[in-house]
């Protein structure tokens, strides 16, 4: 699917590229998906590291598996980043992944949507929009990241969308955050 030249909701000129500062604050988020089929959503789960209230995408994991495959997956990026919460969405898979997940001592956040994709994606292009994101320049998945984000809502995936928007909306919400958008 082309990605429209001036972007959907979202604008390339909005993506920043930067490596995360030592001292950030590890966070998960992820959206899950049921079915294992080859047109089938994924299962997202995006690592974000906040500093000095930016947000740096660290990491996107992004699978169709088993929910036993997946449970330790999300268990090992748990291991690797030890973030200081894991959220996850709240419906489908994502009820039985929490509370499997319980009995691993993580710090789990049930995030239950109460918009449909489309509000809650674009209430997180404001942050996008206002400079407080960024992206490592050399990840192997941002080419699809960015072009998912870009597509939106026209795209046949938008599962880096859901994980994207959970974790902006749930630390606007956390901190307060109040858009000043940057024109360059």
Known sequence: APVPEAGALIKPQWFRYADIPASALYYHSCDTAIALHDTSDYSV????????????????????????????AVVAEYEKYRPAAVLIENKASGQSLLQEL???????????????????????CVVFEAGKIYFPLHAPWRATL???????????????????????????????????????
């Open 45 to 72: 789960c995006t690592t974000w590291a906040v500093h000095e209230h930016q947000y740096y995408l660290a990491d996107v994991r992004r699978v169709r598996l088993p929910f036993t495959e997946l449970k330790n």
């Open 102 to 124: 319980r009995a691993e001592e993580m710090p789990l956040i049930a995030i239950t949507p109460k918009e449909d994709k489309l509000q809650r994606f674009l209430r997180a």
């Open 146 to 184: 960015e072009s998912e984000l870009l597509s939106f809502p026209a795209d046949t995936h938008d599962d880096q969308v859901d994980s994207v928007s959970q974790f902006i909306n749930w630390m606007r919400k956390s901190q307060g955050f109040s858009p000043r958008v940057r024109h360059l």
